[in-house]
């Protein structure tokens, strides 16, 4: 499902999705074709099915894992009660939003917030907070043209081209 949104998005858009994934990702590091990061060394449980069947994802769509790609976020995003942790909860971007990225942290203290009233450990999902400064489109996800300051005069001369271009797209 998650291919299909994908496919449905404009090609400008910066995908964002965020997701309780259920997935253990290990510690083996993945990177694009281009040597963008898309998941860190730094899990610290081993690989699970879930987590194997979002490397395959976010190999096939060149995405990344925003939160398992800095050593400083990589931290668990759910507990339990008898003392479970995990990091279960991902954003995925594109790779040109790591480049952007301000930082990214896992909210420990509005997930206490968050639990059972007078409940003094952490018993569920922490949010994960992203703050980036992203400029454009992702490149991986358009086929666009450099234009000149030439090109762009010209065209913008023409409005019978100007027109065309807008009904195409």
Same mark, same amino acid.
């Given at each position: 499902?998650?291919?299909?949104?994908?496919?449905?998005?404009?090609?400008?858009?910066?995908?964002? $999705?965020? $997701?309780?994934? /259920?997935?253990?990702?290990?510690?083996?590091?993945?990177?694009?074709?281009?040597?963008? !990061? #898309?998941?860190?060394?730094?899990?610290?449980?081993?690989? /699970?099915?879930?987590?194997? #069947?979002?490397? &395959?994802? %976010?190999?096939?769509?060149? %995405?990344?894992? $925003?939160?398992?790609?800095?050593? *400083?976020?990589?931290?668990? +995003?759910?507990?339990? =009660? #008898?003392?479970?942790?995990?990091? $279960?909860?991902? !954003?995925?971007?594109?790779?040109?939003?790591?480049? +952007?990225?301000?930082?990214? *942290?896992?909210?420990?203290?509005?997930? %206490?917030?968050?639990?059972?009233?007078?409940?003094?450990?952490?018993?569920?999902?922490?949010?994960?907070?992203?703050?980036?400064?992203?400029?454009?489109?992702?490149?991986?996800? =358009? /086929?666009?043209?450099?234009?000149?300051? *030439?090109?762009?005069?010209?065209?913008?001369?023409?409005? +019978?081209?100007? +027109? &065309? %271009?807008?009904?195409?797209?």
């Amino acid at each position: 499902w998650l291919l299909g949104l994908l496919s449905k998005l404009p090609n400008r858009t910066l995908p964002i $999705i965020c $997701i309780d994934a /259920n997935a253990r990702l290990g510690s083996t590091k993945l990177s694009t074709p281009d040597r963008e !990061i #898309q998941i860190g060394s730094f899990g610290n449980f081993k690989e /699970n099915a879930a987590g194997h #069947q979002m490397r &395959k994802f %976010l190999e096939k769509t060149i %995405l990344v894992a $925003i939160n398992a790609v800095f050593r *400083e976020s990589a931290g668990n +995003t759910w507990y339990n =009660t #008898q003392g479970h942790r995990a990091r $279960i909860d991902y !954003i995925f971007t594109c790779a040109t939003a790591v480049g +952007t990225t301000i930082g990214v *942290e896992v909210q420990r203290r509005l997930g %206490l917030q968050q639990q059972i009233p007078n409940y003094c450990l952490l018993a569920d999902h922490c949010p994960i907070r992203w703050t980036f400064k992203h400029p454009g489109p992702c490149p991986s996800r =358009t /086929n666009w043209p450099h234009w000149t300051k *030439e090109q762009v005069a010209f065209f913008c001369s023409n409005s +019978t081209l100007a +027109t &065309k %271009l807008a009904q195409e797209m």
